[in-house]
Every structure is written in C-alpha cells, then in structure tokens.
C-alpha cells in the first residue's frame, strides 16, 4: 500500500464492516465529519488498494440447513501450501482456507455441510491434493464482531 490509513480511513473502514449493506455514504460520512463524496473517494481507494478485499454476506449455515461447520487442521508441504489454497477453496463445502506461519499445520480449512457425509469427503480430497487432515474440530458457534482498532470513538 502506498499510504497510511489515516481516521477517517479508519472510520470508514469500522462502518463498513459493522453494515456495508445498509449504510450510505452520506451516513458514513456523518461519522466521520467528511462529505459523502469524500467518503465515496476513499471507498473507491480502500478497493483499489486492496485494504477493501470485497464484500459478502455473513451466512448462518445452521439456519441455511449446513448445521455442521468443521475446523480441519492441516499439513501442506511449504513451497506448495500457498499455491494450494485457490485447489482446496474449489472442494465442494469449503468456506475458508487461512494459511498459519506457525506450528507443523500450516493450513485451517473450514468445511460446513448438513452432515457427516458431506464433510468426510472433503478430506479425502485434501488428501488427493498431498495435504495432511492433522486435526478436526467441530464447531459449536461462531460470531463476529468488527476489529475497534478501526475505530476512534467508544460504542
């Protein structure tokens, strides 16, 4: 990146991530004492530099009928590991892959389905690929909160 986030980047950045659906620019822009057109600039800077990855829903898969959300701690040789990740999101059921730089598993896949059978194959298929299952957590529940480090003012 070829700037700083400055407060009002900062501000933007936490709105967004508590409604980016919801929110317009003008009601950003009240909190951060910019005009909405200055807001919809640094927006469209934030997505051109990448600090703004995109934009998705935050599915309940329990309520959508995938009650099981699997953690799957896995072993990827290391000058493949990152290559492998866009292979492992193609595996039907898989929602994430986070790299890890620490400890012998270097990968957590994250699986969700409506039960044990569409989970089990998705190790099968780790394993295809030359990438070792170490580990499987079930998930009971999993909530999110926007990072405050984006934000100035106390909610």
């Known amino acids: 990146m070829d ?7 900062r501000e933007i950045l936490h709105a967004l991530q508590e409604d980016a659906r919801s929110l317009s620019s003008g009601e950003i822009a009240e909190r951060t004492d910019a005009s909405s ?6 927006i469209q800077r934030l997505e051109s530099e990448e600090v703004i990855k995109g934009y998705s829903a935050d599915i309940d898969y329990q309520q959508s009928g995938h009650p099981l959300r699997m953690l799957l701690f896995c072993t990827a040789p290391i000058p493949e590991r990152g290559e ?16 890890l730089v620490t400890g012998e598993e270097n990968l957590l896949v994250t699986v969700v389905g409506e039960n044990d059978g569409d989970i089990t194959p998705v190790a099968q298929e780790l394993l295809d690929m030359g990438v070792t299952v170490a580990d499987e957590v079930l998930v009971r529940s999993h909530e999110t909160t926007p990072f405050g480090g984006f934000s100035s003012s106390e909610e």
């Not at 057109?37 to 640094?42: A, I, Q, Y």
């Not at 492992?88 to 898989?94: M, N, P, T």
């Open 37 to 42: 057109s200055t807001v919809r600039k640094r």
């Open 84 to 99: 492998l990740i866009e292979d492992v999101l193609e595996i039907s059921g898989v929602v994430s892959v986070q790299e």
């Open 3 to 9: 700037y700083e986030l400055d407060d009002v980047d």
